[in-house]
């Protein structure tokens, strides 16, 4: 096959010019050359087909690069693949291995492999090679190949497609046998009866005495087996279970090959039958256990009693008669032997009863008590009897549910109300003749959960320091007893009261209310169902009280009372000294009225105390000498006169004082 590619130039003069060719396939580059013609040949001495594809070509010349078009070529056809075995000559279970090739293929190539026996249809096998023109492959020689042929063929994928080769040669492979079919007798023949001895014989006829194995199996249970043998025996006392297909497999390396024989045993004499006198009764009666053998009466019947640990053997005759316990309770058999052959019965199961005891009902969460809400959960049990128990459950005198369980039941009581006063019982009972027993009525206290708590004081809002204030915590509702608390919000609550009431309120009284006793208080309250309720705070200012503001008031106004006072009399002094000696008085006289007017109106006018008790105040008196004029000297020109002050004490530690001072002024 030749691919052509013309470059057609057009020149201005007659001169030589060279022309670079260059030819791909399928975009790979296959062929180069430079000429000063204008034709370029790629020559393929033998197309094969690999050689399909798309062809293109590119022209450079002077500088000017021109490609052409594709061009598909497709080559059909492959060469005829060369199939070669290994052996010629194989065993039975060996393994024939073949290499097929295809020579001058290019991969990617598919191979395919077949082994043609006679009267059947070829087994087939492909293999994919990416990056090789042969494969090689392995068949196993199976039990009843004599004369096997082999060939191969193969396919490459052109433009989504698959393009075949032909058939390659014939290979033949001869198979003998390692050993012969096995062969399996049964002695003393194939149809036997129990109690008869059975014996099996597996024998072959073997090439090459190695790594040979015969296998004895029934029901794919191995019975027997023997290595590098030619013989394998098995010998039993027939049973009924012994009866079926028997399989003697002789088997070498891979190679296999088994003889079937199928065995009827006949039976002896059918299966015993065990008889209770009473399946169910109660303790202390007694119980009949009889074995028998449908039309067969001669045999060697037991009694026996079933144990995880064995079986347990009661009695060596047809029947047995015992007086029960609950241990007793079980499952019984009896056996019967003829011949040597032993066969036992269906298992009998018996139950002995021991009566329930009266029941206990109680509450699951341990006191009678369920909190309104919530459900109530109730367990019944019997110390005594034999399970199965049924319980039945009962509020007042309707029947609420039936459990059967072993020792106890339990009952969920959803719809308790707050009004319930229907007691609970329970019954109890099993299938001991004795019947029914029913527990005592519980009675079951419903809890009401605590429902809006208030706190109140007395006086509210405003209290006067050192008075007494009485707080009130109150419920809507709750069970009694219920657990007040009071609390001072400040940093961190602060419990300042707490008290157990069987109540709905409680109160606290505070004798004494300080400044530091200002703030918010609130109170908590709880019962048995466990809710703490909170109450809105309230807010407590704590006040001076009303003498102590007197006294602020007093020391406040007194200066000013003494200053509106000595203003007062220094302006009639003024008014005295206007008129002259018409206001003279004599010295001593002034003096001593003055001093008595003073003290009279001390007493009567000078009570600025506000307290509890006037008469308990404790009043000092202080003494001040006074000056008068004597009449044997001189007059001078001012005298003075002090009355004495009056200090009194009140009994809460309170200091009041009244000074008065009055200064005369003569003249001469």
């Excluded at 190949?145 to 082999?150: E, K, M, Y």
């Excluded at 060939?151 to 014939?170: A, L, P, T």
């Excluded at 005295?576 to 009225?593: H, I, V, W």
């Amino acid at each position: 096959m030749s691919v052509v590619c013309h470059a057609d130039i057009s020149k201005s003069a007659d001169f030589q010019l060279k022309h670079n060719f260059t030819i791909f396939k399928d975009g790979k580059l296959v062929f180069m050359t430079v000429s000063d013609k204008d034709d370029a040949r790629y020559e393929v001495p033998m197309a094969r087909s690999s050689d399909t594809g798309e062809y293109e070509c590119t022209v450079e010349a002077g500088g000017k690069t021109k490609s052409s078009n594709s061009l598909h070529v497709w080559v059909t056809g492959m060469t005829k693949p060369i199939l070669t075995a290994e052996k010629k000559e194989v065993l039975e279970g060996e393994v024939v291995k073949l290499r097929c090739e295809l020579p001058e293929e290019v991969p990617p190539l598919y191979f395919y492999f077949r082994k043609i026996k006679m009267n059947s249809t070829p087994k087939e096998k492909y293999v994919f090679e990416a990056y090789k023109n042969y494969s090689e492959v392995e068949f196993s020689v199976e039990e009843g190949d004599n004369i096997l042929q082999f060939d191969c063929f193969g396919k490459r994928h052109v433009q989504r497609e698959f393009d075949s080769s032909e058939h390659s040669n014939k290979t033949l492979v001869t198979v003998r046998e390692p050993f012969i079919k096995p062969t399996l007798s049964v002695k003393p023949s194939r149809n036997i009866t129990e109690g008869d001895r059975i014996q099996l014989e597996c024998s072959t006829v073997v090439a090459r005495m190695r790594d040979i194995e015969i296998i004895l199996q029934k029901n794919k249970t191995i019975l027997n087996s023997v290595r590098d043998e030619k013989v394998l025996k098995y010998s039993a006392v027939a049973t009924l279970e012994d009866s079926g297909e028997y399989l003697c497999k002789v088997e070498q390396g891979r190679a296999s090959k088994s003889t079937k024989v199928n065995v009827v045993v006949s039976e002896l004499f059918p299966k015993p039958t065990l008889a209770a006198s009473m399946n169910k009764l109660d303790e202390n009666r007694e119980l009949t256990l009889s074995c028998s053998i449908s039309g067969f009466q001669k045999a060697n019947f037991s009694v026996l009693r079933r144990n995880s640990n064995g079986d347990v053997l009661l009695e060596t005759s047809r029947s047995l008669t015992m007086r029960v316990s609950v241990n007793d309770t079980g499952s019984y058999i009896c056996k019967a032997e003829v011949k040597g052959i032993v066969k036992e019965s269906k298992p009998v199961r018996i139950n002995v009863y021991a009566p329930v005891s009266k029941p206990t009902l109680s509450v699951v969460s341990g006191l009678p008590e369920v909190v309104l809400g919530k459900p109530l959960q109730l367990i019944c049990r019997s110390a005594r009897g034999t399970p199965p128990i049924t319980f039945k459950f009962y509020k007042g005198n309707v029947m609420k549910e039936t459990v059967t369980n072993d020792t106890y039941a339990t009952f969920l009581d959803e719809n308790v109300g707050q009004n319930d006063k229907k007691g609970y019982k329970c019954d109890a009972r099993n299938n001991h003749s004795s019947g029914v027993k029913t527990s005592n009525i519980l009675n079951v206290t419903v809890v009401v959960p605590i429902r809006n708590a208030s706190l109140g004081s007395i006086p509210y809002g405003e209290v006067e320091e050192g008075s007494e204030t009485a707080f009130l915590c109150s419920v809507k509702e709750g069970s009694w007893p219920i657990h007040f608390r009071i609390f001072r919000k400040a940093d961190r609550d602060v419990l300042v009261f707490e008290q157990s009431e069987h109540a709905d309120r409680v109160m606290w009284r505070k004798g004494t209310m300080s400044r530091q006793d200002t703030g918010t208080y609130y109170c908590m309250a709880s019962n048995r169902a466990n809710v703490d309720v909170k109450s809105h705070p309230i807010t407590i200012s704590v006040i001076l009280a009303s003498w102590q503001k007197g006294v602020i008031v007093a020391f406040v106004l007194i200066p000013i009372a003494g200053a509106v006072t000595l203003a007062l009399w220094w302006f009639l002094c003024k008014k005295k000294k206007a008129k002259g000696p018409s206001m003279e008085m004599s010295g001593p006289s002034l003096a001593t009225n003055s001093t008595s007017e003073k003290l009279t109106r001390q007493h009567n006018d000078g009570d600025y105390y506000s307290g509890p008790d006037l008469e308990s105040a404790e009043v000092e008196y202080t003494e001040v000498e006074v000056s008068t004029l004597d009449p044997h000297k001189a007059p001078v020109q001012k005298g003075t006169e002090t009355v004495y002050s009056e200090i009194r004490k009140a009994n809460n530690g309170c200091v009041i004082a009244r000074w008065e001072s009055i200064n005369a002024v003569e003249n001469p």
